[in-house]
């Protein structure tokens, strides 16, 4: 009876002790370790809303005014304009997936350029936002898309 319980402790302890032994490691791991996207998590939300095609929600993310560019067609444009000019884009081209292939950034600047499979085609999206302040809200300025060259 002695050594069924023995058996029975050592095996709840060989259980437990792994166990909280990686609680504690994940749990010093995220208390140090900075975020996965670290200076870029303010795309997170953008690459979302470019994924699901809710230019409602991207263009929460937009500056006052803002220079976009869809396909071929430039304009410096509104909130407002710019939110309807991405929902005909993505009436017309059901986005699918989105891409981050290339993130750069410098002071209160953030740059993102990724490839949109939307409506069947691949776009190259680019993605220049800027913050007024260090640790302010960053907001779109350059919003380009464009149809990806068949020498990718």
Known sequence: MKKIRLIIWLGTLLLTVPAWAQVKKTSAVQSFAPSPDGDFA?????????????????????????????????????????RQILRTFFSAYTPRSFEVTHKASEANKKYLIGVLNAGGELFEVTIYATSPSSGGTYKIQQLAISRQSAAY
């Open 42 to 82: 303010v795309f997170n939300s953008i690459t979302k809303y470019l994924t699901a095609g809710d230019a409602a929600s991207l263009s929460s993310w937009f500056a006052d005014n803002l220079d976009v560019t869809i396909i071929s067609t430039q304009r410096n444009c509104s909130k407002s304009q710019a």
